[in-house]
């Protein structure tokens, strides 16, 4: 019996001893900085969503492994490959030596894409499509365009929390991000409504759209859509559960314990707003597909 499966296991080998050797040569570049990341960035309000967006890149590619093993599915395109290892390589080289984490974290991209290509083929890496795509949202954006969209962003936020609970009878009042609410007084930061938010949440909505996996393009269009204006309220949201917090049970209860607490509301907020236009755009679905075979 033994003799019988030793060919099978030799064969099992020759076609992961290439990966081996592919993710050994990933590792080497890339613990360090995930070492950096999760003793620097990824330790940070702002980009806490790092680790998570790993995780989930790894859990994506790991349910289409079958796909990714399936040697007959298309042939290597080593011609498209090299290209995408040698710009990775610079990219990589250039964001670690410059500190630039746009071009070391983002050179990560190519290299599994060029690899995928060289020891399988397009159709294996259209199978792993998304979760290369989710990649982008782990990696830190310039500090100039984060500053330039997160200030707008918060005035925005900030002015639609003011409205709700000063029309829900609350003594509140704003001076720029600055919200007054009885005596105590809130600065809304980057964390609680920039743009690091929107782009964790966003990544959140696209998340939900693979694994649901709706068979109706208006629907995966639409949410797609709606997933910008659904982050900006589960945005108004956190703020405005921070601020009763603080008017309720102090400043110590704002800034402590519930201040994470409120983070949590952050992202079940917009998972259940995301879950109800999913619903909403279900029924105007059905509807418009009733009204056109009527």
């Known amino acids: 019996m033994s003799a019988a499966l030793a060919p099978a296991d030799k064969g099992r080998s020759a076609h992961l001893l290439p990966w081996l050797i592919a993710g050994l040569g990933l590792a080497l570049l890339y613990v360090p900085t995930l070492i ?20 989930v890149t790894i859990w994506l590619i790991y349910r ?9 599915a298309s042939a290597p395109r080593p011609w498209l490959a090299w290209p995408l290892l040698v710009l990775g390589g610079l990219a990589y080289a250039i964001g670690r030596s410059q500190g630039i984490w746009l071009f070391e974290v983002g050179s990560s991209i190519a290299m599994v894409c060029g690899i995928v290509l060289l020891l399988r083929g397009p159709r294996q890496l259209k199978a792993i499509g998304f979760a290369i795509f989710f990649m982008f949202f782990m990696i830190p954006l310039p500090g100039a365009v984060v500053d330039a969209l997160t200030q707008p962003m918060k005035m925005a936020v900030s002015y639609v929390a003011e409205h709700i609970l000063y029309s829900a009878g609350y003594p509140i009042s704003r001076t720029g991000v600055i919200l007054q609410i009885g005596p105590y007084q809130l600065l809304v930061a980057d964390a609680c409504a920039g743009l690091h938010t929107l782009f964790t949440l966003e ?12 068979a109706s393009l208006f629907r995966n269009i639409a949410l797609a859509i709606l997933i910008v204006p659904i982050s900006f309220a589960a945005n108004v949201i956190r703020v405005m559960v921070l601020t009763l917090i603080t008017y309720h049970f102090g400043d110590e209860a704002g800034q402590g314990f519930l201040h994470g607490f409120a983070g949590m509301v952050l992202f079940l907020s917009a998972l ?23």
């Open 36 to 55: 950096s990341l999760f003793g620097g960035l990824w330790a940070s309000d702002e980009q806490g969503h790092g680790p998570i967006v790993l995780g």
């Open 64 to 72: 289409r492994w079958g796909e990714l093993m399936d040697i007959e």
């Open 203 to 214: 990544a959140l909505g696209l998340l939900y759209l693979n694994i649901v996996r709706h």
């Open 272 to 294: 259940m707003l995301i879950i109800a236009t999913d619903g909403m755009l279900r029924l105007g679905a059905n509807r418009l597909r009733k009204g056109q075979t009527a």
